[in-house]
């Protein structure tokens, strides 16, 4: 069965940075685009980067576009956000999915979530 | 950027009702809308994709439908399992949410 499970998530002061990783288990890794999602406490869901099967066409929202950087190593089936720049209001649960379809992507599996908190 | 409205922001109703949730789009997206369910502490659900398609194992009582700028889902007779946040999500370009539908109990 499909799994994508993140990890790296926690307290962070701002300024600061963090590392997010999803690994993935139960499907072909290479075949899928990937995408990070973020929602922040009570508020609603923020589309954040994709990235295709190969790792060579990259998208990324306007709110974290020069700040943070998604990444894959598909050896080891792993999505990553790296994160720098930290702000307060990137607090968030942060969401790994797998995008499907053809040149453009929903989600249909998503991971549990890693809890990010930037607070001096 | 493709704006997503999302209508109405919290809808009150008992078991058994018809429901239904509006998303408008700011500009055409043909039919790449999909709709999520939600449930507090958990991670969003795909119920449909491409407006109107039903994933595997989603209840008919769930459809969708709409083009271009103006979408809906209902849900024909709701359950107890389904009073939760819904959002659509916007895939013609790049990607964009709705701010959600809460669906509270009565």
């Known amino acids: 069965q499909v799994q994508l499970v993140e990890s790296g998530g926690g307290l962070v002061k701002p300024g600061g940075s963090l590392r997010l990783s999803c690994a993935a288990s139960?499907?072909?890794?290479?075949?899928?685009?990937m995408s990070w999602i973020r929602q922040a406490p009570e508020k609603g869901l923020e589309w954040l980067s994709y990235?295709?099967?190969?790792?060579?066409?990259?998208y990324y929202a306007d709110s974290v576009k020069g700040r943070f950087t998604i990444s894959r190593d598909n050896a080891k089936n792993s999505l990553y956000l790296q994160m720098n720049s930290l702000r307060v209001d990137d607090t968030a649960v942060y969401y790994c999915?797998?995008?499907?379809?053809?040149?453009?992507?929903?989600?249909?599996?998503w991971g549990q979530g890693a809890l990010v908190t930037v607070t001096s | 950027d493709i704006q997503m409205t999302q209508s109405p922001s919290t809808l009150s109703a008992s078991v058994g009702d018809r429901v239904t949730i509006t998303c408008r789009a700011s500009?055409?997206?043909?039919?790449?809308l999909a709709w999520y369910q939600q449930k507090p502490g958990k991670a969003p659900k795909l119920l449909i994709s491409k407006a109107s398609s039903l994933e595997s194992g989603v209840p008919s009582r769930f459809s969708g439908s709409g083009s271009g700028t103006e979408f809906t889902l209902t849900i024909s007779s709701l359950q107890p399992d389904d009073f939760a946040t819904y959002y659509c999500?916007?895939?013609?370009?790049?990607?964009?949410f709705g701010g959600g539908t809460k669906v509270e109990i009565k």
């Open positions: 990235i295709s099967s190969s790792g060579s066409t990259i």
């Open positions: 999500q916007q895939y013609n370009t790049y990607s964009t």
């Open positions: 999915a797998r995008g499907t379809g053809y040149g453009s992507f929903y989600f249909d599996y």
């Open positions: 139960g499907f072909t890794f290479t075949d899928y685009y």
């Open positions: 500009q055409s997206i043909t039919s790449w």
